[in-house]
T-cell receptor
Framework: KNQVEQSPQSLIILEGKNCTLQ??????????LRWYKQDTGRGPVSLTI?????NTKSNGRYTATLDADTKQSSLHITASQLSDSASYIC??????????FGAGTRLTVKP | DAGVIQSPRHEVTEMGQEVTLRCKPI?????LFWYRQTMMRGLELLIY????????DSGMPEDRFSAKMPNASFSTLKIQPSEPRDSAVYFC???????????FGQGTRLTVV
């Protein structure tokens, strides 16, 4: 069973709109959580990292949140651009140096 | 640094043939990972090395898959014999140490016909 579940599986929004992607995990013991962006035909690239003590972190128009109690994270994208079209992958690292990947959310931003 | 370098970028082979994928990690990175990505299953960890030593190969699907890391700057993933269900994009990633940011290569798109 995948220990990192992402939703929705895919999402289509209009340019300029906001959206929120979800990540629920059961990985334990928790070390950190990263959101990666994967453009078509390329490898994933890290957007943000969240540690246990962090609740929110921003990187430009991307804001990640973490609730370690409920084991949930979200990635909020503000004022979407066409270049935001990509897959967004949630990766949770365990204290035993294990990394677990979610299946990703495929975001399409349309003009 | 040029980042993680994988070769080839694309590989088309016939069922039953041997396939070798290559990876050069970022210099100074101590951990190297091989992943497989398909539409159905997303990114799956196949195996990872720490200081050239295989640590966890539980993701390697079958004995047809093998991986080596003879030195800190080179790793191979071999499939022998290849099957159509092996068709996927294979990514290599490296990190300074496990748990830190993973830097991915461009991937190798493998098609087995």
């Amino acid at each position: 069973k995948n220990q990192v579940e992402q939703s929705p599986q895919s999402l289509i929004i209009l340019e300029g709109k906001n959206c929120t992607l979800q990540c629920n995990y059961t990985v334990s013991p928790f070390s950190n959580l990263r959101w990666y962006k994967q453009d078509t035909g390329r490898g994933p690239v890290s957007l943000t990292i969240m540690t246990f003590s962090e609740n929110t972190k921003s990187n430009g128009r991307y804001t990640a949140t973490l609730d370690a109690d409920t084991k949930q994270s979200s990635l909020h994208i503000t004022a979407s651009q066409l270049s935001d079209s990509a897959s967004y992958i949630c990766v949770v690292s365990a204290g035993n140096n294990d990394m677990r990947f979610g299946a990703g959310t495929r975001l399409t931003v349309k003009p | 640094d040029a980042g993680v370098i994988q070769s080839p970028r694309h590989e088309v082979t016939e069922m039953g043939q041997e396939v070798t994928l290559r990876c050069k990690p970022i210099s100074g990175h101590n951990s190297l990972f091989w992943y497989r990505q398909t539409m159905m299953r997303g990114l799956e960890l196949l195996i990872y090395f720490n200081n050239n030593v295989p640590i966890d190969d539980s993701g390697m699907p079958e004995d047809r898959f093998s991986a080596k890391m003879p030195n800190a700057s080179f790793s191979t993933l071999k499939i022998q014999p290849s099957e159509p269900r092996d068709s996927a994009v294979y990514f290599c990633a490296s990190t300074i140490q496990v748990g830190t940011e993973a830097f991915f290569g461009q991937g190798t798109r493998l098609t087995v016909v």
